[in-house]
């Protein structure tokens, strides 16, 4: 099973290597992918130097991370992903950036390979196919961070409304890809 997923994900080399200390691979990881965590901390932080800060921090996470990588859970880029919009959110949440994120949805984040990635276009489907309002209360939890509560403030309906969008939302996105059984 490993070894089809190293298949299907080239980067998962280049972690190997980087977990046997080679330097030259994290290069290759960080060159290979740091437009896209860029643009995806900028998402979130809106600014720049910020986002820098945040970019460098976390190719130091996966350098130091990567013997921990199991390429089963997932593609490297998605791992690398989740780190950054972890650390963009507590960065965002933290004094010194005050919370003034736009809409920052799913579909405006570009990315040369996830455009061939045929999990790209699952997602990207799966996202399309959602009411509004479910993808709206998923954009607010996943790129801006917010609580539920948070997110009822924002939007103005009750914690429960809210709650429920995120349960059916997570439902139908699950059922989607292929995660579930059932489509809420």
């Not at 190293?6 to 992918?33: I, K, S």
């Not at 989740?82 to 960065?91: E, H, T």
């Not at 009411?131 to 607010?140: G, N, S, V, Y």
Request: with cysteine.
């Amino acid at each position: 099973m490993e070894q089809a997923v190293a298949a299907a994900d080239p980067d998962v080399d280049l972690v190997r290597a980087m977990a046997a200390g080679n330097q030259n691979a994290l290069a290759e990881l960080y060159e290979r992918h740091a437009d896209l965590m860029l643009g995806l901390a900028l998402r979130i932080v809106r600014n720049r130097r910020e986002a820098e800060d945040l970019l460098h921090d976390v190719f130091l996470e996966a350098w130091r991370a990567a013997k921990d990588f199991d390429p089963n859970r997932g593609r490297v880029r998605t791992w690398l992903a989740i780190r950054m919009r972890s650390r963009a959110l507590d960065l965002q949440k933290s004094a010194r950036v005050s919370r003034n994120a736009g809409d920052s949805g799913l579909d405006r984040l570009e990315d040369q390979e996830a455009r061939t990635s045929p999990d790209h276009g699952k997602v990207r489907a799966a996202l399309g196919g959602l009411p509004a309002d479910q993808r709206q209360a998923i954009e607010l939890a996943y790129f801006e961070g917010l609580s539920c509560s948070e997110i009822s403030e924002r939007i103005s309906v009750p914690i429960g409304t809210v709650k429920s969008r995120l349960a059916a939302a997570m439902s139908k996105l699950r059922t989607t890809l292929g995660y579930g059984k059932e489509a809420a």
